[in-house]
């Protein structure tokens, strides 16, 4: 029986938990100290409402973002990271330094060849 590489499944469960657009932008506010719903929602240029509070909701049940409310008129909701999410913050820092050095440096993408594996880090 052939071992299974079990590589490709830790990268689908890596994008299961933070994969998408606005998963990792949030995970980078909310790292910085953003943490109530109304900064993140100023703060994420593009992100509407409900598509916050979505990934919001996403992010808590998969156990990242921890959510308190706090018993107050008004209401007051802040978000913070669990150890799992802080444990996620230096993927998410090198896709932004990734991300920076990409615009800052006009580099050309090259496909890889189709056998050419990918190094491992």
């Not at 949030?26 to 109304?38: C, D, E």
């Not at 808590?60 to 007051?76: A, H, N, Q, S, W």
């Amino acid at each position: 029986m052939a071992k299974e590489n079990l590589e490709p499944k830790a990268l689908e469960y890596c994008m299961e938990m933070i994969g998408g657009k606005w998963k990792p932008v949030i995970l980078y506010h909310v790292a910085k100290g953003t943490n109530r719903f109304n900064k993140l929602f100023n703060e994420i240029e593009g992100i509407n409402r409900q598509m916050l509070s979505k990934q919001l909701k996403s992010l808590e049940k998969t156990g990242i973002l921890d959510r308190t409310l706090y018993g107050e008129m008004p209401p007051r909701v802040e978000y913070t990271l669990t150890p799992l999410g802080k444990s996620l913050l230096p993927v998410v820092l090198a896709m932004t330094k990734w991300g920076q050095k990409q615009t800052k440096e006009k580099v050309e993408v090259v496909d890889l060849p189709q056998n050419q594996q990918l190094p491992l880090f």
